[in-house]
């Protein structure tokens, strides 16, 4: 119920945000998904601390990434499968699958949100 009420109140922020503001910082991005995998994958105190260097520097590095949208997007997806195999080492198999079913929900939304499925830089 918790995750459908931040997903209610992403989305009722969203709306109000114009399209023309920058994205979130890495560290905002990261502070984001740490909070959901602390939540809702239960990690351990030890999970935690190493999730929170795979992801933070996950979306240190995504930032940097490529200088034109092809090179871009080979390297956005050479991190990607980096951190989730980062992240497939760390959970359990419970918490991966979990994880990976939210990872390939958000990719999806991704897609779907920008037409050649890439964000602009």
Not at 7 to 32: E, G
Not at 60 to 73: C, L, N
Request: aromatic content about 6%; proline content about 2%; overall charge positive.
């Amino acid at each position: 119920m918790k995750l459908f009420n931040g997903v209610i109140l992403l989305l009722l922020l969203s709306s109000v945000v114009s399209l023309a503001q920058p994205r979130w910082s890495a560290k905002l991005r990261a502070k984001s998904e740490i909070d959901w995998m602390k939540e809702d994958l239960r990690l351990s105190g030890e999970q935690l601390t190493r999730a929170s260097v795979i992801v933070q520097d996950f979306h240190q590095q995504m930032d940097k990434a490529g200088e034109t949208p092809e090179t871009r997007d080979k390297a956005q997806q050479r991190l990607m499968r980096k951190k989730d195999m980062d992240m497939k080492a760390l959970l359990n198999k419970a918490q991966y699958q979990k994880y990976y079913a939210n990872q390939i929900q958000m990719r999806q939304r991704e897609r779907a949100t920008y037409k050649d499925g890439r964000q602009p830089l």
